[in-house]
């Protein structure tokens, strides 16, 4: 598309992806030298990260040009009050509003017993105040959109075979009992709890596997339950009033569901990797009712697309951050609805870390739904509040004290 020019055929607009800005130097170069008077940022929380190629490369070419940022975004925090700050730098406003990034962490945060920051309850009013009245004007899905009907949220408790669960449970152990053998060996006792700490810390990557790992052991209840839907949803033409919507989060589970839904009937799947084409041709499908259910990773299919055919929806597994949940509900819970309600069901297995991923999203829910607003309750169980950290460090102490058991004996 030929841009829109002035008089002197000068470009008045140009649209240009900030991805696209952050691989190719020479675009930001024509850019700059272009010299725009105002950018644009669309979907700027994609640039919460100072360091990122992202954000590094709208922030150069505003700076560059001496332009006027204006982020838009639905969701300006997905996790932490320290997000604002590359936004505020883009929209040419500063930190001191908060008193600096210190005193806004000072407010909203906390240390765990970890001494990492975490969004702290405290600040909930402080903050919410500060952004209303001198950062950002917001305008809710509700406000923006009030013809849209509620969501359902529910929970859908199962009991899954949990052999593959069982089996990262017992190679994780495996790899703890190995560094406890070896911490002994060389220190002459087991670790303290500061070691454990350290060591838990540096192995994040065992609490994805054992959530990669329920999310494997739920994919035959999700079999299942999608091929039931796509039956008692078929209408006598074939097509389908409400079809399906089915998330998955982790590329593993992903794979495993890929392998059944050509065996469904009906169903159709949305991955990474797959051919734009054939991707809008699947939604195309969708919403004209020949697709009973759309299996899609939340990576691949959780923003810029519409899929208003439907109003069922079931996460076999979900993000820990509420705003990856939402986007994803939301292609479906947007302009085009017509249902009297959003139903959406999440698959939580007991016995595995499904209840301690709900639980964290309920307490992100509280801190964003007070300072933001909107709508970021996606939990639908309520646990134990731990942290990945905390989990980890359990599974360490428990095979910490199975040894000292077996030297008592």
């Known amino acids: 598309m030929t841009p829109p020019t002035d008089r002197s055929d000068r470009p008045v607009a140009v649209v240009v992806a900030d991805s696209l800005l952050a691989q190719r130097e020479g675009l930001a170069l ?13 979907e700027a929380h ?25 982020a838009v975004t639905g969701t300006p925090m ?33 240390l765990d017993r970890y001494g990492r920051l975490r969004p702290s309850r405290k600040g909930e009013d402080w903050l919410q105040q500060k952004l209303s009245g001198e950062v950002m004007i917001r305008r809710t899905k509700a406000q923006v959109s009030p013809q849209l009907p509620p969501k359902h949220r529910y929970p859908i408790y199962i009991d899954a075979p949990m052999a593959e669960f069982n089996r ?17 060996k060389q220190h002459g006792a087991l670790p303290d709890h500061e ?36 039956a008692q ?22 794979e495993v569901l890929a392998t059944k839904v050509p065996d469904i009937d009906g169903a159709a799947m949305i991955i990474g990797g797959m051919n734009r084409q ?51 509900e939301d292609r479906a819970h947007r302009t085009g609805q017509t249902a009297d309600q959003v139903s959406i069901g999440t698959l939580v297995c007991q016995g595995t870390l499904d209840p301690i991923v709900q639980a964290t999203l309920h307490r992100k829910a509280q801190f ?37 058991s077996h030297v008592r004996r």
């Open 30 to 42: 024509a850019l700059t030298e272009w010299g725009p008077d105002v950018v644009i940022w669309d």
């Open 46 to 70: 994609r640039g919460k990260t100072y360091g990122s190629r992202r954000s590094e490369a709208v922030l150069q070419l505003t700076h560059d040009c001496r332009a006027q940022g204006i």
């Open 78 to 110: 997905l996790k932490s009050p320290a997000e604002l700050a590359p936004l505020m730098e883009f929209t040419g406003q500063d930190v001191s509003v908060f008193g600096g990034l210190r005193q806004l962490l000072d407010h909203t945060c906390t």
């Open 168 to 184: 990262a449970h017992k190679e994780i152990n495996q790899k703890i009992d190995t560094w406890l053998k070896e911490w002994r």
């Open 195 to 230: 070691a454990i700490l350290d060591y838990a810390n540096g192995n994040l990557g065992y609490i994805s596997q054992l959530r990669r790992a329920a999310g494997v052991c739920k994919v035959p209840v999700a079999e299942v339950m999608i091929a039931q839907h796509i």
């Open 233 to 254: 949803t078929r209408s006598d033409d074939g097509t389908f009033s409400d079809p399906l919507i089915v998330w998955t989060h982790h590329k593993e589970v992903t």
């Open 278 to 328: 054939h991707r809008d041709h699947l939604i195309d499908e969708f919403q004209a009712g020949r697709v009973g259910a759309l299996v899609c990773s939340t990576h691949a299919a959780g923003v810029a697309i519409t899929l208003t055919r439907c109003h069922s929806m079931l996460f076999v597994e979900t993000d820990w951050t509420p705003g990856i949940v939402v986007q994803a």
């Open 368 to 404: 964003l739904d007070a300072t933001i607003g909107g709508d970021n309750s996606v939990y639908v169980d309520e646990d134990d509040d731990l942290t990945a950290t905390d989990v980890l460090v359990n599974l360490i102490q428990a095979r910490v004290d199975q040894m000292t």
